[in-house]
């Protein structure tokens, strides 16, 4: 473990992330060449079996059967689960007593009463690593424990405050077989654990409660207690209805949502079966969730989503700016899209007229018939691809009435249904009525309709009455960058667009060819096979399910403050039966119009009762850090309590000043300053239109340094934080000063701020926002 100072700053020795990944890379590896050897032994067994196919009596060929069935079903799972196979590790107490279970593990659930000595000090007695499926060494010995095993229950259930036997639960966040990183939860930070004669390492989060918690004096042991009392508060919450859990910078919202849903799938897995949705604001986000909550098991059941990746077959690469988005975010946009999916029918060459040849007459509609057809359709409130079929009967009826066939039957009903029933079929087996029906009622697609929007005379039609002028021109002008099929690049803010289009339009049914079993069965054959002919590779089933689930049973919503009121509704579509997890800081909204996503939200939630948490103590950034961010919380959001950052590291935030033709070079030096300076990230924050500059500026400064627009910094942190430009910041957007003060918060231990002219330094380069 790194040294701590008596303000409880953690300085990590050089390297330790970098052995801790090779660490669990070379348990990984080892992991790898015993499934490389299960594998094996799994072929031979098909091998033999297909060797005894040769011997030919019945008892031969059922035992062949049946050794093959399981061989074939141990291979698939071993190859279906070869991915991303290790994702946590729990290091244990020694326990109360020394059984074993059959995967090899200790059963014991609370420790020994001599686990932790009188001075602190306590050894590890037990490591294991989890997974997917169970593997257990030549010796059997667990080298990983199944994920659904009882002795991998504590990675999931033990909290802050009821830890159990652990003391450290590590997530392993790996790529195939590439260990990417690791991070850790210290469970219990005031023991100084040892593991194999050295002490227990800890990185991430759980190095800075290893601070807080080893410092001198109990007010910071009691401050330790109170962010494990909450956060076990908000883990252990019942599932019913809507936990919001509220909080500022660094109380570690994101990471106890995260653990709670894993908490709650495994309390009650048949409940959440239908899966648990988490929702993050962006892409980077989603990236860094992964590595706390891992996908659990082969059933699918975590699915982690960026808001620009809700809808299938979309995702966000584009960037509207503000009065774009503010168009677009808008609850108002619902009504726009509901007459641009209707009036999207008329765009294009719409036929004016229709012929057709019935009973050996010409029938015809003209255009004013025709219309007169359409509205009468469009009175029906089924999505405007679905109308299609009423389209053709209305159709068949205007038809009919204009053939005066109705009329020659008037004391003869079954003769009139009988002739009426004989109308249909000719007029629908007639190639010019099914080309007009395809031209004049077309299957429309969402890409499509919003593609529509860019022609600005169509959307100030559909928009008469909900947009202002200037509105509908700022709206158009984004789209033009879409062909007219909708294709192009995305913001994150049309994919909730294409899904309120999804629910509008919706999708025909398609009829599927017959297969060739269908052809077999309809002749009354049936195909006898055997379980070795049967051992074709399949679709994994956590992909299918994966497909096919559109609804959820948990949701999850980080960064929930972001949402514009058109995405509450996206997200809103996939849990209308679910329970709710909703985590946010009205202080860190980046939206323009809390009170209209506020109205959406309602409307998601719904009358469900709600538990609301309160996260109060600010652990990552130190005291430094956060009172500069302070006082830009004071002007955005005066009269907010923020959270209270509880350590310290000496370490006043750097400010610097550079000229404009000199400010990349100025950045790539404080950068290059950072690096040296801290361990671990940096990220340099910037205005959202200087992100190309940026990378440009750190070119080869290596992937510790990661450059952000200022609206993509939300939820994360970094070792160091270089903000750029703070009044620029601060100036793009109206709500900037929330967005600055959000750019202030990444850091956990140091903070740098390069300021320009328009920042008004002093003497000191201290920004003008940013003065007493």
Sequence with gaps: MGAHDTAGQVTEPEGVREREIRAEQQHLDRVYRRLTEKIHEAEFLMDDAARRAQVGTPGALAERDAQVFRAGVHLNR??????????????????????????????????????????????????????????????????????????????????????????RRRVIRSKGRRVLGVEDDLLRPGLRPRLGGTELPVVGDGALMAALGR??????????????????????????????????????????ALHRAAYLLYQDRRRYAGGILVVSPTPLLVAYTEGVLPSLGEEGQVAIRALGSLVEGAEATAYDEQPVARVKGSVRMAKVLRKAARGALELG????????????????????????????VLGGTAPVNLMRPRARR??????????????????????????????????????????FLTAWWPELTP???????????????????????????????????????????????????????????????????????????????????TAADRNAPRRARADRLAEERTDYAHVIVDEAQDLTPMQWRMVGRRGRQATWTVVGDPAQSSWTDPDESAVARDEVLGSRPRRRFELTVNYRNPAEVAALADRVLALAMPGVAPPEAVRSTGLEPRFTVAREDRFGTAVREEAHRLLAEVDGTV?????????AEARGWLAGLGPRVVALGSLEAKGLEYDATLVVSPAEIAEETPVGLRVLYVALTRATQRLTLVSGERDLPDAQGVPDLLRD
Excluded at 215 to 243: C, K, L, N
Excluded at 352 to 376: D, I, P
Excluded at 407 to 418: F, I
Excluded at 683 to 691: H, L, N, Q, W
Aim: no cysteine; aromatic share 4%.
């Design 683 to 691: 990220g340099v924050v910037v205005p959202m239109g200087r992100r």
């Design 215 to 256: 410092a001198r004096g109990h007010a910071m042991r009691d401050i330790v207690a109170s962010i494990q009392a909450e956060q076990d508060e908000v883990i252990r919450a019942p599932a019913a209805s809507v936990t919001e859990v509220g909080g500022g910078p660094g109380t570690g919202k994101t990471a106890v």
């Design 447 to 529: 890409r499509r309709v919003l593609a529509a929007l860019a022609d600005e005379r169509a959307l100030a039609g559909w928009a008469r009455r909900v947009l202002r002028g200037e509105e509908v021109r700022t709206l158009a002008g984004s789209l033009r960058r879409l062909d007219a099929a909708g294709e192009g690049p995305l913001s994150v803010h049309d994919v909730a667009l294409l899904d309120e289009l999804q629910q509008l339009l919706g999708t025909p049914p398609r009829e599927k060819p017959p297969t060739e079993e269908d052809l077999l069965a309809e002749l009354g054959v049936a195909e006898v096979t």
């Design 78 to 167: 071993l190859n279906s689960e070869y991915e991303d196979f290790v994702f946590g590790r729990i290091d244990l107490l020694d326990g109360k007593d020394a059984a074993r279970g059959p995967d090899g593990a200790y059963t014991s659930v609370e420790p020994a009463e001599d686990a932790v000595r009188a001075d602190g000090t306590a050894d590890i007695a037990e490591t294991l690593h989890i997974g997917r499926i169970g593997v257990l060494d030549a010796g059997y010995s667990p080298l990983v424990i199944d994920w659904r095993a009882p002795a991998a229950a504590p990675f999931y259930r033990a909290t802050p405050v009821a830890p159990g036997r652990v003391v």
């Design 394 to 435: 209305l159709l068949l009826d205007a038809l009919w009435e204009k053939s005066g066939a109705a009329g020659r039957y008037p004391d003869d009903p079954e003769l009139a249904a009988e002739a009426r029933e004989g109308f249909d079929e000719d007029v629908s087996a007639e190639p010019e009525f099914r080309d």
């Design 349 to 376: 060459e719409v036929p004016q007229r229709l012929r057709v040849v019935a009973f050996g007459r010409s029938v015809r509609l003209e255009a004013g018939e025709l219309a007169r057809v359409r509205q009468q």
